[in-house]
């Protein structure tokens, strides 16, 4: 069972970037799916997440009306649109699988992980 995030890469304030979040239909088809990212230094923070059906979405104040979340159920991936980027989101992103039909902030929720991908925003 694997999680495969991808798009992460340099780039400056203001900017719009996606994130993709690839997995087998195994581990997602009927799970929630959330973003979570760790800034360094700092612990890691809910990002925003999805229902199993796409349906359900839900985000963090800090980038709320900033990002956007989606999910392909026919290619089995979730991706993460973020746009109007600031120096403050630059961290390490990763995608999770809840244990449930929706997401959760809490991350002992998610049973699986993606290795992360590194997002850095330049001022």
């Known amino acids: 069972v694997q999680l495969q995030a991808s798009g992460g890469g340099l780039v400056q304030a203001g900017d719009s970037l996606r994130l993709s979040c690839a997995a087998s239909?195994?581990?997602?088809?009927?799970?929630?799916v959330g973003w979570f990212r760790q800034a360094p230094g700092k612990e890691r923070e809910f990002v925003g997440g999805i229902s199993w059906s796409g349906a359900s979405t839900t985000y963090s104040d800090s980038v709320k009306g900033r990002f956007t979340i989606s999910r392909d159920r026919a290619k089995n991936t979730v991706y993460l649109q973020m746009s109007s980027l600031k120096p403050e989101d630059t961290a390490v992103y990763y995608c999770a699988a809840s244990r449930k039909a929706h997401s959760s902030t809490n991350h002992s929720e998610y049973n699986y992980w993606g290795q992360g991908t590194l997002v850095t925003v330049s001022s």
């Open positions: 239909a195994r581990t997602f088809s009927n799970n929630g």
